[in-house]
């Protein structure tokens, strides 16, 4: 038993219930009362039910099982890509579920010939149709290739995925590549991706997408050490291809509010919107190509600065959104965009590293929590679940150290990103990914005893 795992214990004991420790510390910080049903129970070690491994630390009463490991073949008999980041589930037929899968790969021979942007990079996107029940692949086949640093994305309620590049690489960068890059592609749910990018949804270092479905717009995040959140209003609901407008968040009467430090939790802004005239024009300084076109264009106008802003989802009627180095111990933020009143709302702002380290990707619950990944640097990195009024806990830690049990990979994992979390469509199963060596994970478990 490791420190950590004592004082989870010590904490459970003490309390008389099952309460995680970061749980315990987050809410005597502000002072607000601590709920005892929070989490699902302190973490231990399960084994993987693919390779039997014990990848993975869980509450108990769950398990699961991996598959779509990095050179596992596809149905061509392509290895699969590294890299598995951002991902969505869709429901098929038969219970069977389709994820689309991002794969983060840099300057690089494309995966696949098609539907390829760019013979010069390796990232893009995998679809897999998978039996969750009996833990079966029935299908793995390239969905887009040519991309580069496809990181996060989003789901649309239109069928479709968008994927987004985490760059603003060229030719003029990198003389290797033959197309510009820094967009968005759509890859439908059914049938084949054109490959073609969203030029009207702007060019810089992408991260996220979320979609209100009430109104068709999709919001934007940007990783970038001055970041701004943006809107982009389709012309027709549901065609990107057909153009838009785009727009970046600035808060009513407080321009340029720059919101990585001095913020305190439940804070909350009234916000409006500013275009963004020239949503092609990637570099602010040409000859520094830093990248900062689209951002100085909003923040000129009054746009607000967030720290990385990575994660972003739909759920309760508002927009999640995380700032991995957000707060005054650059450890982390959440965010809470609400169309309805026009307002941002700090949900969450990690104090130190062992409560939260730099959330990456999230999504809503069907029970309402928000759950993280994280791609810290303070060693293991975990899921956690987070409540709307800013309670969180542990739900899964990342162990992953192989031997070359699975594809010949070796190595102590436990530091690496945890990405891509989403439901299944029926709420069974969460899944994630652990971007290195590239594993996908199911889990399933008792659901109702917790609020994820």
């Given at each position: 038993?490791?420190?950590?795992d004592?004082?989870?214990?010590?904490a459970?004991?003490?309390?008389g219930?099952?309460?995680?420790?970061?749980?315990?510390?987050a809410?005597?910080?502000?002072?607000?009362?601590?709920?005892q049903?929070?989490?699902?129970?302190?973490?231990?070690?399960?084994?993987?039910?693919?390779?039997?491994?014990p990848?993975l630390h869980?509450?108990?009463?769950?398990?699961?099982?991996?598959?779509g490991?990095?050179?596992?073949?596809?149905?061509?008999?392509?290895?699969?890509?590294?890299?598995?980041?951002?991902?969505?589930?869709?429901?098929?037929?038969?219970?069977?579920?389709?994820?689309?899968?991002?794969?983060?790969?840099?300057?690089?021979?494309?995966?696949?010939?098609?539907?390829?942007?760019?013979?010069?990079?390796?990232?893009?996107?995998?679809?897999?149709d998978?039996?969750l029940?009996?833990?079966?692949?029935i299908r793995?086949?390239?969905?887009?290739?040519?991309?580069?640093r496809?990181?996060?994305?989003?789901?649309?309620?239109?069928g479709?995925?968008l994927t987004?590049?985490?760059?603003?690489?060229d030719?003029?960068s990198?003389?290797?590549?033959?197309?510009?890059?820094?967009?968005?592609?759509?890859?439908?749910?059914?049938?084949?991706?054109?490959?073609?990018?969203?030029?009207a949804?702007?060019?810089f270092?992408?991260?996220?997408?979320?979609?209100?479905?009430?109104?068709?717009?999709v919001?934007?995040?940007?990783?970038?050490?001055?970041?701004?959140?943006?809107?982009?209003?389709?012309?027709?609901?549901?065609?990107?291809?057909?153009?838009?407008?785009?727009?970046?968040?600035?808060?009513?009467?407080?321009?340029?509010?720059?919101?990585r430090?001095g913020q305190?939790?439940?804070?909350?802004?009234?916000v409006?919107?500013?275009p963004?005239?020239?949503?092609?024009?990637?570099?602010d300084?040409?000859?520094?190509?830093?990248?900062?076109?689209?951002?100085?264009?909003?923040?000129?106008?009054?746009?607000?600065?967030?720290?990385?802003?990575?994660?972003a989802?739909?759920?309760?009627?508002?927009?999640?959104?995380?700032?991995?180095?957000?707060?005054?111990?650059?450890?982390?933020?959440?965010?809470?965009?609400?169309?309805?009143?026009?307002?941002?709302?700090?949900v969450?702002?990690?104090?130190?590293?062992?409560?939260?380290?730099?959330?990456?990707?999230?999504c809503?619950?069907?029970r309402?929590?928000l759950v993280?990944?994280?791609?810290?640097?303070?060693?293991?990195?975990?899921?956690?679940?987070l409540?709307?009024?800013?309670?969180?806990?542990?739900?899964?830690r990342?162990?992953?150290?192989?031997?070359?049990?699975r594809?010949?990979?070796?190595?102590?994992?436990?530091?690496?990103?945890?990405a891509?979390?989403?439901?299944?469509?029926?709420g069974?199963?969460?899944?994630?990914?652990?971007?290195?060596?590239?594993?996908?994970?199911?889990?399933t478990?008792?659901?109702?005893?917790?609020?994820?």
């Amino acid at each position: 038993m490791d420190r950590r795992d004592f004082l989870l214990k010590t904490a459970a004991v003490a309390t008389g219930a099952v309460v995680p420790l970061h749980a315990l510390l987050a809410r005597a910080a502000t002072g607000a009362p601590i709920r005892q049903t929070l989490g699902y129970g302190p973490l231990a070690p399960v084994n993987d039910s693919t390779t039997g491994l014990p990848l993975l630390h869980l509450p108990p009463g769950f398990t699961y099982f991996t598959f779509g490991w990095t050179k596992d073949p596809l149905d061509d008999g392509s290895p699969t890509p590294a890299m598995h980041d951002g991902m969505a589930a869709y429901p098929l037929p038969g219970g069977l579920v389709r994820l689309i899968r991002n794969h983060e790969v840099g300057t690089a021979p494309a995966f696949a010939s098609s539907p390829a942007y760019d013979p010069a990079a390796g990232g893009g996107t995998t679809t897999i149709d998978v039996d969750l029940v009996n833990a079966k692949v029935i299908r793995s086949a390239a969905s887009l290739a040519g991309t580069v640093r496809n990181c996060a994305g989003g789901p649309t309620p239109w069928g479709s995925w968008l994927t987004c590049e985490e760059t603003t690489a060229d030719p003029q960068s990198d003389a290797r590549l033959s197309r510009d890059h820094g967009w968005i592609f759509e890859v439908p749910v059914e049938g084949r991706a054109t490959a073609e990018p969203l030029k009207a949804m702007g060019c810089f270092v992408h991260e996220a997408i979320a979609v209100d479905p009430a109104t068709g717009d999709v919001y934007e995040t940007e990783d970038a050490t001055q970041s701004g959140f943006y809107r982009f209003i389709p012309k027709a609901r549901g065609r990107m291809a057909s153009g838009g407008t785009l727009e970046m968040l600035a808060v009513k009467g407080s321009p340029q509010l720059d919101t990585r430090k001095g913020q305190k939790n439940g804070v909350t802004y009234p916000v409006e919107w500013v275009p963004i005239a020239r949503p092609e024009q990637v570099h602010d300084d040409v000859e520094k190509r830093d990248g900062a076109g689209v951002f100085q264009q909003g923040f000129t106008q009054g746009g607000a600065i967030f720290a990385r802003l990575e994660g972003a989802w739909y759920g309760n009627g508002a927009i999640f959104f995380t700032a991995t180095s957000g707060g005054d111990r650059q450890r982390g933020q959440v965010w809470e965009y609400t169309p309805a009143t026009e307002s941002v709302r700090l949900v969450f702002e990690s104090p130190g590293w062992d409560i939260l380290d730099y959330p990456d990707c999230l999504c809503v619950s069907p029970r309402g929590g928000l759950v993280l990944c994280e791609d810290g640097s303070g060693g293991a990195n975990f899921v956690r679940g987070l409540t709307l009024d800013g309670q969180i806990f542990d739900f899964a830690r990342q162990s992953v150290v192989l031997k070359g049990e699975r594809n010949g990979f070796t190595g102590d994992f436990r530091s690496m990103e945890v990405a891509g979390v989403t439901f299944s469509p029926d709420g069974r199963w969460l899944l994630f990914n652990v971007q290195t060596p590239g594993i996908t994970f199911a889990v399933t478990g008792p659901w109702s005893n917790g609020v994820l």
